[in-house]
């Protein structure tokens, strides 16, 4: 059976604010996936919501983590902001309830999550390429057969970390990139897929997930 792309409502999706609480009640009321946020530390060290800074008006991800437990079938994305969280982000989501829904990208350590069986077990990675091979998004560009050697960097990098989803942005992906991941077992998370001439093309060649801020757009298409 064909696998059905699952959609992600990128922080901030259809005009809410970036990791704010009402992004993550907006999208708890949609048929996604999985929702995104962006985590660090603030500096009395209680980690919460925000993409380059988090002070004591951001929410908690303790909040954010109580919101999502009320709904089954949401799964939540941690997009990591600052490296060593990963413990912490998974114990907080254990407390809550949340394992088997948790989902690691950004700045992950994958070496010690592949280290740690329980943490391994406790979140799905989708792993963010660009933190494995330099470079990577200034000189795509000029590198010939760039998805043929881009594909045999990335394919090293899961198997020595057991990953098996990589992250990546959209601009980079083409047809014979995912076909030549896919022969090595390995699937791609689109980032961020917006306009609805890429959405159909996502949909239709194979992600197993799009990250997105239209999500209802994205649902209606993936409906069709």
Sequence with gaps: M????????????????DNSLDFVRYALGLAVDALEVDVRRRADGVLALGHDAADEKSPTL???FALVAAHPSMCINCD?????LEREVAALAQQAGLI?????????????????????????????????????????????????????????????????TVNIN???????????????????????VNEDSELRWFLENGMRNITTREPSLALALRER
């Design 2 to 17: 064909e696998q059905t792309t699952k959609i992600t409502a990128h922080s901030g999706a259809e005009h809410t604010a």
């Design 62 to 64: 303790e909040e954010v």
């Design 80 to 84: 990591l902001k600052m490296p060593g």
């Design 100 to 164: 088997g829904r948790l989902i690691f990208s950004g700045t992950v350590d994958a070496a010690a999550c592949a280290a740690d069986p329980a943490l391994h077990e406790q979140a799905e990675i989708y792993l963010n390429i660009e933190e494995y091979v330099p470079d990577l998004y200034v000189n795509y560009r000029n590198i010939p057969d760039f998805e043929l050697q881009a594909a045999a960097e990335i394919t090293a990098v899961c198997k020595r970390y057991d990953v098996r």
């Design 170 to 192: 959209q601009v980079l992906v083409t047809r014979r990139l995912v076909r030549t991941l896919a022969q090595e077992g390995l699937e791609l998370s689109a980032w961020t």
